[in-house]
């Protein structure tokens, strides 16, 4: 079913229940496109239809990107904040203890970072969180956005997100990196991604890798694809 959980056209969503009763585990998934309109929800519905095939509520939802009215900091960071917690309001039989949030690229960021809301100072974008997902899945994911920021990965896309070189906006790039403290993550790259550097993902302690040697940043939302096969036995949806 299509889901508003904002008032802007782009915060809307697809979430899917699986047939039989519930309570169900959910899935998110969060879309990458560096942060930039002209990306939505579709890029990630064919993982999000095999999650749900495979017996869990997936949540594939848009948000405001940098170009949209209201996108960037911390328009898109709000969005996903008010995403993730509007499953707790939703009138479905769901385990809100049992979330994983599996984003890809710039959304593996965005997952990344909703699965560290609480280190969040009061006041901050998306501090406070209703929902806090168990494990992180970030897919070919941009991890660290000051040396993203260094390396002008996507064309300045962390500076358009957050309006300016770490130095010039510091608040924004603390609220904005993730914590990896607690959480499980797993991160996911093939290392013939030519958009996101594989060393993106080796920059988080203690998470667990899926790798393979010729997989492009885009094999991974391929749903037969060995990256997504291997990623869904770890999050036990084999």
């Known amino acids: 079913?299509?889901?508003?959980?904002?008032?802007?056209?782009?915060?809307?969503?697809?979430?899917?229940?699986?047939?039989?009763v519930g309570p169900f585990g959910v899935?998110?998934?969060?879309?990458?496109?560096?942060?930039?309109s002209g990306f939505d929800e579709?890029?990630?519905?064919?993982?999000?239809?095999?999650?749900?095939?495979?017996?869990?509520?997936?949540?594939?939802?848009?948000?405001?990107s940098v170009g949209d009215p209201g996108g960037g900091y911390p328009g898109t960071l709000?969005?996903?904040a008010l995403a993730m917690d509007h499953l707790a309001v939703l009138d479905e039989d769901l385990l809100l203890d049992d979330v994983t949030v599996i984003g890809h690229s710039a959304g593996g960021h965005l997952a990344l970072w909703a699965s560290s809301r609480h280190?969040?100072?009061?006041?901050?974008?998306?501090?406070?969180?209703?929902?806090r997902p168990h494990t992180a899945v970030a897919q070919a994911a941009?991890?660290?956005?000051?040396?993203?920021?260094?390396?002008?990965?996507?064309?300045?896309?962390?500076?358009?997100?957050?309006?300016?070189?770490?130095?010039e906006v510091p608040e924004h790039y603390r609220v904005a990196q993730p914590v990896f403290e607690g959480q499980r993550i797993i991160v996911v790259h093939g290392r013939y991604d030519q958009v996101v550097p594989i060393s993106q993902?080796?920059?988080?302690?203690?998470?667990?890798?899926?790798?393979?040697?010729?997989?492009?940043?885009?094999?991974?939302?391929?749903?037969?694809?060995?990256?997504?096969?291997?990623?869904?036995?770890?999050?036990?949806?084999?």
């Open 42 to 64: 579709t890029l990630m519905t064919a993982l999000a239809v095999d999650a749900t095939n495979r017996g869990v509520t997936t949540w594939n939802f848009n948000y405001r």
């Open 78 to 80: 709000e969005d996903v």
């Open 142 to 167: 941009v991890v660290d956005l000051r040396f993203a920021a260094a390396v002008n990965m996507g064309g300045s896309a962390v500076e358009a997100l957050l309006g300016g070189e770490p130095d």
């Open 201 to 238: 993902s080796g920059l988080i302690d203690g998470a667990i890798g899926i790798f393979d040697d010729t997989g492009t940043h885009f094999d991974v939302l391929d749903p037969r694809h060995e990256l997504w096969l291997r990623t869904v036995e770890e999050i036990g949806l084999d």
């Open 27 to 36: 899935v998110v998934f969060v879309h990458g496109g560096f942060w930039r």
């Open 1 to 20: 079913m299509r889901v508003q959980y904002g008032d802007a056209p782009q915060q809307v969503g697809d979430l899917r229940v699986p047939p039989g």
């Open 119 to 131: 280190f969040l100072r009061s006041g901050d974008p998306g501090a406070d969180p209703v929902v």
